[in-house]
C-alpha cells in the first residue's frame, strides 16, 4: 500500500523545496498528540521532524516507520538524511517499503518481549507516604471499629488510581464491601511487573489503600507483622481474595493470608496467568495458544515459554498452601481454566460481574438511515489501544476502509490513550468508581450502532461488550474472543465473524449496514447493568447464580456505635430504643445501605437509612438541628437518609430513639452476615 498524504494542500505553506515536499506527509495533529515536547515547546511539527525527530526515530504519521526504514535501508542511514524525504523522492519509485513487511502481524510478534526481560517500572506516587507496622495497625484499629468483616484484596496494581478491567472490578467490590461495613484493604506492588516476581531475597514494597483511599507504601513484612499484630482487632469472617498475583511473591502471599488468619481464600480467572505467564495466552502476543502443555514445541517458540515451568511451580505452590474457592466471570473462562489447569482447590464456580437488563427501546426511525444517503454508520472501538484489545486489527480495519463514506469511525478511552487519527473522532472517557457508567453514558451519547470487541484472545469477561448492550449499540467481534462472543450470541445483540478476512468482508461489502438496517427494523432496546460486587455477593456454602434479589433484605441492622462500643437496639415495629452510656459525646449511626440505583448513571449516592425521627431523652432533634453531623442528606417526603454512617452529638444523653420509614429494602452480604 503506498503512502497517502495527510494534507494534500500543506506544501504551499512552505518556502522551504525539502520541507514542503514532506509536509502533505506529516501528520501535525498526530505528532503534537504523540510527543508532548515538541508540542509543549510550540515547534512546526514538519520542521521538528525534518531536523530533528527523524533523527531520535520519531515517526511523522501513523503509517511512515522511521526507525525501520533506517534499519533496513542502511545506505538512507549512512547517508544521514531525512528518510521520510528520501522515501518521497526516490525511495518511492524505487519500490522500497516504508514499514516492514507482513502487516500488523509481524509488528507483534516483533515486538514480542517476554516479561522477565521487559523493563520494571515505578508505577505508584513517587511523594507518596511511607506506613509502619505500627501506622497500619492503627490504621486497621480505627476502621475496624463497628465493622463486620475484614477483606485483604491482592492485584498487580492500585485500582483507585487506573482505569482497567480488573480495577473497576475491584472498585465494585469494594464498594459493596463498604455497604456492608466490611473492613477492605487493598494491597499492589509499587514497581510493574506482569509475572510473578522472582526477587526472594528483598521484600516486595507495597502500595496500600483502605477502604477506597490511599494511605501509602509499606513493605510485605510491615504489612505482615501488622495483620499479626491485629488478631484480636480483625472482625470475622476474614476474607483473602487474590485478583492477580502479578508482580508479587508467592511466599509473601502465603505469609499474609496465614497472618491474618483467613477464614476464606478466593481466587479470581481474570485472566490466564494461573496457566502460563502469558496472561491471555497469545503466542508471541499474537495468536490465541489453546495453553499447550508447558514442554511442547508450540512453547519452545513462544517468548513465554522460557519461563513457563517455573511460573507453574510457584503457582502449583501457592494452590498447595491456600485453600481457594476458584472464581471466574463467565462459563467460558471456567471451563478453559479446567480444561488447561490442575491446580487444587476447594471449589470452582461461575459469579458473573454484572447482568444485562433490557428496559428502553429505540425507535426504528431513529437509525433506519444510518449507512445511506441519510447519516454514515457509527462505529466506535471502546478502550484502549492494545494489541490484546485487537487495536491493531482496527487500524487494519481502518486501512481497508478509507475509502468508504457509509462509516464514522469512533475511539472512545482515556484522554491519555487516545491516539490522533484522520477519519477517527476521538472521545475521552474514563470509567471510574465515581462515573461507573461514563462508557455507557458516552456510547448512548454519540448513538454508536456499532462497538467492535476485537480481542484475538478469549475474554473472561469484556466489559465493554455489555456496556455496548446498556448503550443500544450491538457488538461485531470475533469468534475467539471467549465470552464478548458467547454474550453476543447469548443475548442476539451483534455478529460474531470468523476471523479477519470476515470482518474486512463484513464492511466492504456493506453487511454491516444491512445488518443494522434489519435491527432497526425489528427493535432493539437500551438497558441497565446490575453489578455483582464479585466477591462481595459469594456465597461461600451456596453455589446457585448470583442474583440481585438474593442479596436484598428488610433489616436494616441499625447500631450505635459510641466510643468504642457498639450499642444494640431494643425494637418496636419502626421505633428502634438505644440506650447510651455516661459520658457519652458524639456517636455514629451505622446501618446497611440501599442496593445501588444502578439505572441512574449519575454518581452514586449512598443511602443508609431514611430517618421519620430522632430523640434524645425523648426530645426531638429536627432534621436542621446542628447536632446532626456528618453523614445526613437533605431531608425529603418527611425523612433524612442517612449514608449508613452518620455521626450525632449526643452529649449528655442517655437514651437514643430512631423512628425508621418502614418497607426499604437493604444490601445483604453472605460473608458479613455468616
Avoid at 234 to 255: A, K
Avoid at 349 to 363: D, G, K, L, N
Avoid at 453 to 477: K, Q, R
Amino acid at each position: 500500500m503506498p503512502l497517502a498524504p495527510e494534507c494534500d494542500d500543506a506544501a504551499s505553506t512552505y518556502d522551504d523545496p525539502a520541507l514542503a515536499l514532506i509536509a502533505p506527509y506529516v501528520d501535525a495533529r498526530f505528532y503534537l498528540a504523540l510527543y508532548a515536547d515538541v508540542a509543549a515547546a510550540g515547534i512546526d511539527p514538519v520542521k521538528h521532524f525534518h531536523e530533528y525527530g527523524w533523527q531520535e526515530r520519531r515517526k511523522p504519521n501513523p503509517s511512515f516507520d522511521t526507525g525501520w526504514y533506517l534499519d533496513f535501508h542502511l545506505d538512507v542511514k549512512e547517508a544521514g538524511v531525512d528518510p521520510l524525504h528520501h522515501y518521497i523522492k526516490h525511495g518511492r519509485s524505487e519500490g522500497r517499503p516504508f514499514r516492514r513487511p507482513g502487516g500488523y502481524r509481524r509488528e507483534i510478534v516483533d515486538a514480542a518481549v517476554a516479561p522477565e526481560r521487559r523493563t520494571v517500572r515505578w508505577n505508584a506516587p513517587a511523594d507518596a507516604n511511607w506506613v509502619t507496622s505500627d501506622d497500619l495497625c492503627g490504621c486497621l484499629k480505627a476502621a475496624c471499629v463497628g465493622s463486620r468483616g475484614f477483606v485483604l484484596s491482592v492485584s498487580h496494581d492500585l485500582y483507585i488510581g487506573v482505569t482497567g478491567g480488573i480495577q473497576i472490578v475491584i472498585a465494585d467490590e469494594q464498594r459493596r464491601f463498604a455497604a456492608g461495613r466490611v473492613v477492605y484493604l487493598h494491597i499492589s506492588p509499587a514497581d510493574s511487573h506482569l509475572m510473578l516476581n522472582l526477587n526472594q531475597a528483598d521484600p516486595t514494597i507495597l502500595q496500600i489503600a483502605l477502604d477506597g483511599v490511599f494511605i501509602g507504601f509499606a513493605t510485605t513484612l510491615a504489612l505482615r507483622d501488622s495483620l499479626a499484630g491485629s488478631a484480636d482487632i480483625l472482625p470475622r469472617p476474614r476474607s483473602f481474595v487474590l485478583h492477580s498475583f502479578l508482580g508479587h511473591t508467592v511466599n509473601e502471599l502465603i505469609e499474609l493470608a496465614r497472618a491474618m488468619c483467613a477464614d476464606h481464600h478466593f481466587c479470581w480467572v481474570h485472566d490466564y496467568s494461573t496457566i502460563c505467564t502469558g496472561y491471555n495466552l497469545l503466542r508471541n502476543d499474537l495468536e490465541f495458544c489453546a495453553a499447550p502443555p508447558a514442554d511442547s514445541t508450540a512453547c519452545r517458540i513462544c517468548v513465554y515459554g522460557d519461563a513457563r515451568a517455573s511460573h507453574l511451580a510457584m503457582v502449583q505452590t501457592l494452590f498447595a498452601a491456600l485453600p481457594f474457592h476458584v472464581l471466574a466471570p463467565s462459563d467460558h473462562a471456567l471451563e478453559l481454566w479446567r480444561r488447561h489447569s490442575e491446580l487444587p482447590h476447594l471449589s470452582a464456580r461461575v459469579h458473573t460481574h454484572c447482568s444485562f437488563e433490557p428496559r428502553m427501546p429505540i425507535p426504528a426511525a431513529a437509525r433506519s438511515d444510518r449507512g445511506t444517503a441519510g447519516e454514515p454508520l457509527r462505529i466506535a472501538f471502546a478502550g484502549h489501544p492494545m494489541t490484546q484489545k485487537g487495536w491493531p486489527l482496527f487500524l487494519a480495519l481502518l486501512g481497508q476502509l478509507e475509502d468508504l463514506t457509509a462509516y464514522r469511525f469512533f475511539h472512545f478511552a482515556t484522554r491519555e490513550s487516545l491516539r490522533p487519527m484522520r477519519n477517527v473522532a476521538a472521545v475521552p472517557v474514563r470509567v471510574e468508581p465515581q462515573q461507573r457508567f461514563a462508557m455507557v453514558l458516552a456510547l448512548t451519547k454519540h448513538a454508536i450502532d456499532l462497538v467492535l470487541v476485537l480481542s484475538p484472545w478469549p475474554e473472561t469477561f469484556s466489559f465493554v461488550t455489555y456496556e455496548a448492550f446498556a448503550a443500544g449499540a450491538d457488538v461485531v467481534t470475533l469468534a475467539a474472543s471467549g465470552n464478548a462472543a458467547d454474550a453476543v450470541r447469548r443475548h442476539c445483540r451483534g455478529v460474531v465473524l470468523a476471523d479477519d478476512p470476515a470482518l474486512f468482508w463484513f464492511f466492504r461489502d456493506g453487511a454491516a449496514i444491512e445488518y443494522c438496517h434489519m435491527q432497526a427494523a425489528s427493535g432493539f432496546q437500551r438497558g441497565d447493568l446490575r453489578l455483582s460486587g464479585a466477591t462481595a455477593t459469594i456465597e461461600p456454602t451456596d453455589t446457585n447464580e448470583w442474583t440481585p434479589e438474593r442479596f436484598e433484605t428488610t433489616d436494616p441492622d441499625l447500631q450505635v456505635l459510641a466510643g468504642d462500643r457498639t450499642l444494640q437496639p431494643s425494637i418496636s415495629g419502626s421505633r428502634w430504643r438505644f440506650t447510651l452510656p455516661a459520658g457519652v459525646g458524639q456517636i455514629r449511626l451505622l446501618s446497611r445501605q440501599l442496593p445501588p440505583n444502578e439505572s441512574d448513571r449519575g454518581e452514586p449516592r449512598l443511602l443508609g437509612v431514611a430517618v421519620a425521627a430522632l430523640m434524645l431523652d425523648g426530645v426531638p432533634v429536627p432534621p436542621d438541628d446542628p447536632r446532626r453531623k456528618a453523614g445526613w442528606y437533605t431531608p425529603e417526603d418527611g425523612a433524612q437518609w442517612t449514608n449508613g454512617d452518620a455521626t450525632l452529638d449526643a452529649t449528655g444523653a442517655g437514651a437514643l430513639e430512631v423512628i425508621l420509614h418502614p418497607g426499604a429494602r437493604y444490601w445483604h452480604l453472605p460473608l458479613a452476615d455468616a
